[in-house]
Structure formats: structure tokens, C-alpha cells
């Protein structure tokens, strides 16, 4: 059973940064990609940034310059570093990680629980 996990979301001042982290947990054969997500309340979930193996890193215009994602590999964990925040920063953020639990397997997307990142002005 592979299961994602997240920690480091909370209340922090605008100008302000916040660290997420997200670690995978179970059996599998590899990670293919990983990246976060965020949704906003009454908005669609959208991409915030994404790695792929053998493929560049992107980010959503809105967090370049602003937010890194980077990953442990040791770990199976993916951070991503958020500074300078806004108060449009705020939204449930979500981890999702591409997996193929063996070798042969096709990926199978995951998702974590989301964890409340929120910028007070």
C-alpha cells in the first residue's frame, strides 16, 4: 500500500516562507515524477510544480521565482520551499507522486491528504 504524506503547511504573514514536505511511504518499484498541487476554496486544483525523471521542472507562472521544489531521493521525500508568500498563496496543498509499483507496472498517480498553507495580510 503506498501512501503519501505531507507536513509543513500553517499560518504565516505575507512575505513569509513555509517549507512542505512530502514522503512516500510503501513498496514500489519507482518514482517516475512528484510534484504539488494547491486548491483554493471555490477554485480547481491547479499545478504548482512538477518534476519528471529525465524531464525538466516546471512551475506555474504564478510561484516562479518564489517556490523551489527539490526531493531526497534516498528518502522517497519532495520539498517545496515557499518564500515570499501572498495572500493568493493561500489553498490546501497537495503532493502527488507518479509511481510504478514493479517493474513492469504502468505509473499510477498518487495523492497525499493536502495539508492548509495560510497568508494572512
Known amino acids: 500500500q503506498v501512501q503519501l504524506v505531507e507536513s509543513g503547511g500553517g499560518l504565516v504573514q505575507t512575505g513569509g516562507s513555509l517549507r512542505l514536505s512530502c514522503v512516500v511511504l510503501g513498496r514500489f518499484f519507482s518514482i517516475n515524477a512528484m510534484g504539488w498541487y494547491r486548491q483554493a476554496p471555490g477554485k480547481q486544483r491547479e499545478l504548482v510544480a512538477l518534476?519528471?525523471?529525465?524531464?525538466?521542472?516546471n512551475y506555474a507562472d504564478s510561484v516562479k521565482g518564489r517556490f523551489t521544489i527539490s526531493e531526497d531521493n534516498a528518502k522517497n521525500t519532495v520539498f517545496l520551499q515557499m518564500n515570499s508568500l501572498k495572500a493568493e498563496d493561500t489553498a490546501v496543498y497537495y503532493c502527488?507522486?507518479?509511481?510504478?509499483?514493479?517493474?513492469?507496472?504502468?505509473?499510477?498517480?498518487?495523492w497525499g491528504q493536502g495539508t492548509q498553507v495560510t497568508v494572512s495580510s
Open positions: 502527488n507522486a507518479a509511481l510504478r509499483v514493479y517493474s513492469y507496472s504502468r505509473d499510477t498517480y498518487y
Open positions: 518534476f519528471s525523471r529525465g524531464s525538466s521542472t
